[in-house]
């Protein structure tokens, strides 16, 4: 059962419309990058509702007095190449100093196993919560890679986070990784003979990037 997982779902009404626009095939590469943007930014908001903040000493025009700010505790932005860099604008907009790593992922069209490409991160990786980006979580195959390679350079703390799953890819990324929590969208019904997932938006690097 998906309830039982480390999941979560974002079902957050400004993202499911924008999902949805998404989703529609006649949406052209201009108005994706744009809404992927947008409800990366809307997804980054709710998923950092929880960070800690202390209490600082300010003086207003009125007077002195204590007020809120972030305990400084250290974020890291890992998009997965190419499509997760789809996410990194948004985020950014609202955490503008977060440190960006890359990990360079596609999946073999045949086997649909992960390959790795590249791989270039903050040096200081083990001190930071991670948020690692990617827009589709299919055979969970390039995520759980992902990860067990963030693990291998040093990480502790990391969040995953999607914007559309399938059942199989939740299962099989908490399965890899249960200390890592999931966030997404949507769970969507299954994937295809092809690994799509259905309905899901189709190859999302691709829409992105234009490269159709
Ligand atoms: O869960 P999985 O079955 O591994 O599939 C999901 C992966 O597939 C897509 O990347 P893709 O291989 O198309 O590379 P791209 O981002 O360069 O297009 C997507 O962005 C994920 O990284
Ligand atoms: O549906 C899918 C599955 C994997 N990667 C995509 O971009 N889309
Ligand atoms: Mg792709």
Redesign the pocket.
């Known amino acids: 059962m998906i309830e039982d997982l480390n999941v979560s779902v974002i079902d957050h009404p400004l993202v499911q419309h924008k999902l949805t626009l998404m989703r529609m095939q006649e949406t052209g590469t201009k108005d994706f990058r744009e809404l992927l943007e947008e409800i990366s930014m809307l997804m980054a908001y709710e998923i950092t509702r929880d960070l800690p903040l202390v209490d600082m000493d300010i003086t207003t025009p009125v007077v002195k007095c204590k007020s809120k700010t972030l305990d400084g505790k250290k974020l890291g932005l890992i998009p997965?190449?190419?499509?997760?860099?789809g996410m990194v604008d948004g985020i950014v907009k609202l955490i503008p100093t977060i440190k960006i790593g890359h990990v360079?992922?596609?999946?073999?069209?045949k086997t649909?196993?992960?390959?790795e490409y590249y791989c270039k991160l903050p040096t200081d990786v083990a001190d930071r919560t991670l948020i690692v980006v990617?827009?589709?979580?299919?055979?969970?195959?390039?995520?759980?890679?992902?990860l067990s390679l963030l693990k291998e350079k040093g990480a502790k703390h990391i969040i995953f986070l999607?914007l559309v799953s399938?059942p199989q890819?939740i299962e099989?990324?908490n399965k890899a990784h249960p200390d890592i929590k999931i966030y997404t969208a949507s769970v969507d019904q299954k994937?295809n003979e092809h690994?799509y997932?259905v309905p899901g938006l189709g190859?999302?690097?691709?829409r992105?990037?234009g490269?159709l």
Do not use: E, K
Request: proline content about 7%.
């Open positions: 997965i190449l190419r499509a997760g860099l360079g992922m596609y999946r073999d069209p649909l196993a992960p390959v990617d827009p589709m979580l299919a055979t969970g195959g390039s995520a759980a890679a992902a999607c399938a890819g099989a990324l994937l690994g997932i190859d999302a690097g691709d992105l990037f490269t």
